[in-house]
């Protein structure tokens, strides 16, 4: 891993609002088509750093390269699949999953077919025509992916994405995220709450300590691919979920007890 | 359970009618003080075949149109500037605001004095009715546009202008559409009420000159047409609404 040029590489990253410093020093390097989850407490500034990464908002100090690029403003060579859908409700599922192509200036008809296809990928196939309003909360999410991919980013940045699906649809859409990342590995930054639903997705565990964000432990999860649910009722499974609630206890200790979680 | 409301209304209705027919016949009696459904009906289609009607319906839909259409267009322009530029904002908004809330339909007599009998003082009232809450629509329409919807479309690295077409706009027209719908009824009030101050014909000239002839079926008739229009114009948006904005359904 050493060897090749990292895709995704964050040195010195810190970034303050006002005299608040939200993150301290972070640095990284991500290979191509490693899938990288992020935990940590609240206020750790995890969604900071996605955000960051994706040029939603500016660093402070430090910097974030994207195979040696510079990254200044968001573009289309990185997806951002949000935590709440955000899909437009006057358009259908494949015209809000063709947003990014035309916002780039490439709704051509080869995006529309590959988006069609990624559709298909998402588990929408026959819902091509339908509005959000037409559909549950995990099939928005699935669009909110596509829409995501629909511009074939080299990075997809994931917040939280489906912390506001019910246990069982989010435990679905897991199975349905290592699936559809296994079609093209695809480098992936995950943000999550949950630690099982990080250990489960990634090859590597970011930990994120607070006050400041920062980086405190990376875990590396050496569990077998495919991976399917029944994998999270294994011994070693339940050790990487313990090893990293441990690095974090205090913490979340720490942020319900003097601020209400 | 939508059949059964149907059922209920249109009982409501008959018998309402009934009632007033009964009332006026049997109570009142004396007709200048309430006509029956039946004369009204009766004073519509004499007044219908006479021609007389036409020509005042003529009159008082070109003065609600003109000023309807001047009113949303330049409300929509106005609106749109507003959201756009904090500082015309902060101009306007006082006047729009104040404007609003004044009921503008006393200055009937000033513009009448302005611009005389004729149809364009008629066309200034409804203007400074219908305007307002189309700017006010228009402006808080565009405002309230979702934040994560625009960091949505900024992720992909979308211009200002793209933010604004492919966002903005169309978020903001249920608001848009529910100002115009809002102005119609207003429009309607400014046009019969600038006509009750002084004009040569119309729907409110109509009403003025039976009441001052004691012709209570040819009041009513007027006020019937009127009500009619403003059903059949309010029912037409939403029909339109319905289609334009679907997403707002429910």
Known sequence: ?261 | MKQQGWGVSTLSIAGGLLLWEGASRLAVENSLFLAAPSQIALAIVNLAVSGQLARHVEISAAEFALGYVLASVSGIAIGLIMAESERAKGILQPWVSGLYATPTIALAPLFLLWLGIGIWSKVLVVITLVLFPVVINTEAGLRTTSERLIEMLRSFGATRRQIFVKISLPSAAPFVLAGLKLGIGRGLIGVVVAELFGSRAGLGQLISQSADSFNMPNLFAAVVVLATAGIAMTAGFSWIEKRLVPWTRD
């Open chain 1, 1 to 261: 891993m050493a060897a090749v040029a990292p895709k995704l590489s964050v040195s010195g990253l810190s970034k303050s609002f006002a005299t608040l410093e939200v993150l301290s020093k972070i640095g990284i390097d991500i290979a191509d088509g490693e899938f990288i989850s992020i935990v940590g407490p609240s206020g750790c500034g995890k969604t900071t750093f996605l955000r960051i990464v994706a040029g939603l908002e500016q660093a402070s100090a430090g910097e974030v390269r994207i195979d040696g690029n510079l990254v200044k403003q968001p573009g289309i060579d990185r997806g951002f699949v949000f935590q709440s859908d955000n899909l437009l409700p006057w358009r259908t599922v494949l015209n809000n999953a063709l947003i990014g192509p035309e916002v780039a200036g490439a709704a051509t008809p080869q995006a529309k077919s590959r988006t069609l296809d990624l559709l298909k990928l998402v588990g929408l196939a026959g819902f091509e025509h339908y509005f959000p309003r037409q559909l549950s909360g995990g099939m928005r999410q699935r669009v909110n992916l596509a829409r995501a991919l629909a511009v074939d980013p080299k990075i997809l940045l994931m917040d939280e994405p489906f912390a506001s699906l019910d246990a069982q649809t989010r435990e679905i859409m897991q199975t349905e995220l290592i699936r559809i990342w296994e079609q093209g590995r695809k480098t992936v930054l995950f943000v999550t709450h949950q630690i099982d639903e990080a250990v489960f997705l990634s090859d590597r565990v970011l930990v994120f300590a607070r006050r400041p964000g920062r980086l405190r432990e990376i875990v590396d999860i050496d569990l077998p691919r495919p991976r399917a649910l029944g994998l999270k009722r294994t011994p070693e499974f339940v050790r990487y979920v313990d090893h990293i609630w441990s690095l974090i206890e205090e913490d979340v200790r720490q942020s319900v007890l003097h601020e209400g979680g």
